[in-house]
């Protein structure tokens, strides 16, 4: 597969250090509140990367971890604790609420058709990993002790700005709007390893370490987690691009200096989910959560859609017309789906031309756009259905829309309502399951005020010599 490289600038192909495995991580969620649309776009592209790497062979050990302790309001150690910050909110203890937002997190990549990772590991649960990497790191001088704190020296770094598509400028912390400067830093680029002098003597989770009672800082959850799951030598690094600095190439600092070789030659990063006016964050407007789009009527897998029509490497413009745009035609592409009848045999050739035309195209830079292409492309093969039937469900292997279990569902509905006398819409005709099925899909297309796939669908009978008439309760439908 070639993917692009954040840390070299360009696209290259995926080498692993055990070939044919990819030792595979991700940034997980800071559990303090629901997620944002905007970060489950991260999720689904790195689901899609992880479900392509298996669908191309690959054995993959994909690791997360969930960050419940650590993460300040701002990425240079400064600010409120996220956590407790949400706990306060709520009045409930930090654990409560880790609990509480890693389920809904859950939950939401469920309705999203999110895999779980191979494993999830909350940062309270490898405190002793932080520890025995940060002992290293202040025993071979790259950390040292201020004002009660542990800090990693990133002067003691050949390089630091890995992932340089970022302004010097950018990178002075303390001149950031809202940040404070920390004194106890020698360098503006050094980081907190272990907190022990916090200002917030609130703080619920603390544990002992050879440099006192505290709490470990953000980055050095991720180094420790991926040490212990993934090994030494870790292939593929995903997060938002948001993550790239400082986390990233904090990560990067602390895991190469103790381990004392290279560790993670590839990185993947997603990037924004943006509103017209820019980007999207919490202060502005609604949470988009997806809570909300249920609220409003979208099914889940219509962002995932969306989201899958763009690169994962543009900015992705987020408004409801344009969500509307992709429900619609997520909607229009199961109901031809389940128009297609599964008989007959599927032809091998056809299937494996499809496949490894859809292997090639999507394994360029995880080209998804391509991917929604392909799905349409096989629908107009000039095969039989049960082979386009075949060629879906193989595709969606990856893409993960559903696409042959809701087309299946919406057959059963229409089936049900040719045979239900007393039902909430009964549809009268000659008796053909696939005529049946786009009956039903006009009406619930009207019912979903659609009425422009409702027209479509209707327009389409019409040039198949079907001629629909609504009656009380149903449809009924004649070849004229
Ligand atoms: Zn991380």
Redesign the pocket.
């Known amino acids: 597969m070639y993917l692009y490289n954040s840390a070299t600038h360009k696209k290259e192909e995926l080498k692993t250090h055990t070939p044919g495995r990819v030792e595979m991580?991700t940034?997980?969620p800071t559990v303090y509140h629901f997620a944002h649309i905007g970060n489950l776009r991260s999720y689904i592209m790195e689901d899609v990367l992880e479900k392509y790497l298996r669908f191309a062979g690959y054995d993959v050990n994909r690791v997360m971890?969930i960050t419940d302790v650590g993460h300040l309001s701002s990425d240079a150690d400064t600010g409120e604790d996220k956590m407790l910050k949400g706990a306060k909110r709520e009045n409930k203890t930090v654990m409560d609420i880790a609990k509480f937002y890693t389920d809904a997190f859950f939950d939401d990549c469920r309705k999203l058709n999110i895999k779980t990772p191979d494993v999830v590991q909350p940062a309270t649960g490898c405190i002793g990993e932080y520890i025995k990497i940060i002992s290293k790191l202040v025993d071979t001088g790259y950390a040292y002790l201020a004002g009660g704190n542990v800090y990693f020296d990133s002067s003691k770094l050949e390089r630091y700005y890995i992932f340089n598509d970022h302004d010097e400028d950018d990178l002075a912390v303390g001149v950031r709007e809202g940040v404070e400067e920390d004194s106890n830093k020698r360098n503006k680029n050094d980081f907190v390893l272990w907190f022990t002098k916090s200002k917030f003597e609130d703080q619920a989770l603390k544990w002992d370490s050879p440099w006192g009672v505290g709490y470990p800082g953000?980055?050095i959850?991720?180094s420790g987690i991926s040490m212990k799951y993934n090994g030494e030598y870790l292939d593929l690094h995903c997060?938002g691009v948001d993550?790239a600095f400082p986390?990233?190439t904090n990560?990067i600092a602390q895991s190469e200096s103790y381990l004392g070789h290279p560790w993670c030659p590839h990185w993947f990063h997603v990037h924004h989910l943006n509103d017209p006016a820019g980007k999207m964050s919490k202060s502005k407007g609604e949470f988009l959560t997806v809570s909300l789009l249920e609220e409003k009527g979208y099914d889940p897998l219509a962002y995932r859609w969306f989201c899958l029509q763009s690169h994962y490497r543009k900015t992705l413009v987020f408004s409801w017309e344009n969500l509307d745009n992709a429900a619609a035609a997520y909607t229009k592409l199961l109901n031809r789906i389940a128009a297609l009848k599964p008989e007959g045999d599927v032809d091998a050739a056809v299937f494996g031309e499809y496949r490894e035309k859809f292997l090639q195209q999507v394994g360029n830079d995880l080209n998804t756009s391509m991917a929604v292409t392909a799905v349409f492309d096989a629908l107009k093969a000039k095969t039989n259905d049960a082979t386009k039937l075949a060629v879906i469900g193989e595709f969606d292997k990856v893409l993960s829309m559903s696409l042959l279990e809701k087309a299946a569902a919406l057959r059963e509905k229409a089936a049900q309502a040719v045979q239900s006398g007393g039902g909430d819409y009964v549809i009268t005709g000659e008796g053909d399951p696939e005529i049946d099925a786009k009956v039903l899909a006009r009406y619930e297309a009207k019912k979903a005020k659609n009425f422009a796939e409702a027209d479509r669908i209707r327009d389409e009978l019409k040039a198949q010599g079907i001629e629909v008439t609504d009656v009380k309760g149903g449809a009924s439908w004649k070849r004229v």
Do not use: K, M, S, V
């Open positions: 991580y940034c997980g971890n953000w980055h959850e991720c997060g993550n986390h990233h990560e």
